[in-house]
């Protein structure tokens, strides 16, 4: 109670002599199913892995508190601008069996992430698993029909990401175990645009997704790379 009380008076004294008390830094989400939860994605229609109902056979996470992103919050003191994350999304505007992703790709979601200080962008994973095509390196002026392709669709990210949110910081999370070409791929685009990234090692999954300890192994990775507010 008397630290409350001490907290308020503070507060009130920064106001009293026009000190603006630092604000914690926002964070935006731009992921796939790994970053979702149930009633934790904006928009809210987006669709979700995680649930509050139990499924054995998927993952053994049903609490909201259990995701990577919440624990980092809490540990960084960091402040949730928007998830943006959808289940089954591709960077590129192809999807699993050749589909037209383009709906909830990455590059078209990269737009709805509102006013944050630091974006995490955690994705490439459902390419890599959907096979979508690798494509040529292309930096500018892209075609509907390149934007299929995961290395143009990654640089337009990329790109537009840096151009968009000038004042964000952005970081990448790599997720281990995806096809060499795409990571190298991931690797060589953030190098190109000064985009840091971290390489996820070792996290223990249930049905290829994060369980408890994955999540909070990533959390402790991802960090590691995060200043402390």
Same mark, same amino acid.
């Not at 590059?107 to 709805?112: A, F």
């Not at 490439?124 to 698993?129: G, I, V």
């Not at 500018?140 to 390149?146: I, Y």
């Not at 299929?148 to 910081?169: I, V």
């Given at each position: ?5 001490a907290?308020?008076?503070? &507060?009130?004294?920064?106001? &009293?002599?026009?000190?603006? &008390?630092? /604000?914690?830094?926002k964070i935006?989400?731009?992921? $796939? ?5 149930? !009633? ?7 669709a ?8 054995? $056979?998927?993952?053994?996470?049903? $609490?909201?508190?259990q ?13 949730? @601008?928007?998830? *943006? ?7 590129? *505007? ?5 589909t ?6 990455f ?6 992430l !509102?006013?944050?200080d #630091?974006?995490?962008?955690?994705g ?6 959907a096979n979508?095509?690798?494509? @040529?390196?292309k930096w ?7 934007l ?10 990329? /790109?537009? #990401? ?8 952005l970081?990448?999370?790599v ?13 060589? &685009? ?9 390489? #996820? ?11 408890? *300890? ?9 960090a ?6």
């Open positions: 109670m008397k630290k409350a009380t907290t308020i008076l503070i &507060a009130l004294i920064c106001v &009293a002599l026009g000190i603006n &008390a630092k /604000e914690p830094l935006s989400i731009l992921g $796939d199913s790994y970053s979702t939860f149930e !009633g934790c994605v904006t928009p809210e229609t987006n979700v892995w995680y649930f509050t109902t139990p499924k054995p $056979d998927k993952t053994d996470l049903i $609490d909201a508190e995701t990577w992103w919440r624990i980092l919050l809490s540990d960084k003191q960091y402040q949730l @601008e928007m998830n *943006n994350s959808y289940s089954g999304s591709t960077i590129c *505007n192809t999807g699993y069996n050749n037209d992703s383009t709906p909830f790709s590059i078209t979601r990269m737009n709805n !509102g006013n944050p #630091l974006i995490l962008i955690f490439a994973t459902n390419d890599s698993w979508v095509p690798i494509g @040529e390196w500018s002026d892209w075609t509907d029909e390149e299929k392709t995961f290395r143009p669709a990654l640089a337009y990210m990329l /790109e537009n #990401l840096t151009k968009q949110y000038p004042t964000s910081k970081l990448y999370i997720n281990d175990g995806l096809k060499s070409e795409i990571t190298s791929s991931i690797v060589e &685009a953030c190098g190109r645009y000064a985009v840091p990234y971290i390489q #996820l090692v070792d996290i223990d999954k249930t049905a290829g997704h994060p369980n408890i *300890n994955g999540m909070t192994q990533i959390a402790t990775q991802v590691t790379s995060l200043p402390r507010e």
